[in-house]
């Protein structure tokens, strides 16, 4: 049965940090990039973070892009979300799935699967 798990969320202070684990099972890890998402109340589900395959590196979006860094460990089947620099604007619930870079007007991560596990909730006060 394929799962993703993210987890590693809560409350945390503006300026504060983060870091989000996202553990699979089920599939063969290696053969896929796991991206983030992520969605707050009354908004859509928007991408945060996936692997760029024109030139084989991690994609940010532009909100996060310098304070989130994207780590993962096959050993564990594990994503990494390392949130630094936390904003208000920033809180949500954040998902893990398999995910590309691409563009349609704009870049964006599209999802491989559509397939969402538990997210987790993060919450930044001001």
């Known amino acids: 049965d394929v799962q993703l798990q993210a987890s590693g969320g809560g409350l945390v202070q503006a300026g504060g940090s983060l870091r989000l684990s996202c553990t699979t099972s089920?599939?063969?890890?290696?053969?896929?990039?796991i991206g983030w998402f992520r969605q707050a109340p009354g908004k859509e589900r928007e991408g945060v973070s996936c692997?760029?395959?024109?030139?084989?590196?991690?994609y940010y979006a532009d909100f996060v892009k310098g304070r989130f860094t994207v780590s993962r460990d096959n050993a564990k089947n594990t994503v990494y979300l390392q949130m630094n620099s936390l904003e208000p604007e920033d809180s949500a619930v954040y998902y893990c799935?398999?995910?590309?870079?691409?563009?349609?007007?704009?870049?964006?991560?599209?999802?491989?699967?559509?397939?969402w596990g538990q997210g987790t909730l993060v919450t930044v006060s001001s």
């Open positions: 692997f760029s395959t024109s030139d084989s590196t991690t």
């Open positions: 089920g599939f063969t890890f290696a053969d896929y990039h």
């Open positions: 799935a398999p995910a590309l870079k691409s563009f349609y007007g704009g870049y964006y991560c599209r999802p491989t699967w559509n397939r």
